[in-house]
């Protein structure tokens, strides 16, 4: 997917026998990723540094952005939830 953000959905069809509770479902994915970045933007050495250099800085960055996504998903459903009352 060419932006940071971007998603999808998948629906998938389970036997009628299904349970969230005792079943899992693993989906097998195939692909590539192309690098989409701004012509004119300048690399952030201090953050590749950080992420090459110190011990887990591809996971603790990565872990930041899913913190951030998860932040910014809570203040959508409580806006919601403020609409609905």
Known sequence: ?????DKVELYLNTPDNFSKE????FVATT???DINLEKNTKPNDALITDILSKEGGLLNYAMGLYINSLKSI????NQ???YEN
């Open 22 to 25: 005792t079943n899992d479902i």
């Open 74 to 77: 809570s203040q959508i459903y």
């Open 1 to 5: 997917m060419p932006n940071v953000g």
């Open 31 to 33: 692909g590539w990723y």
């Open 80 to 82: 919601r939830k403020a």
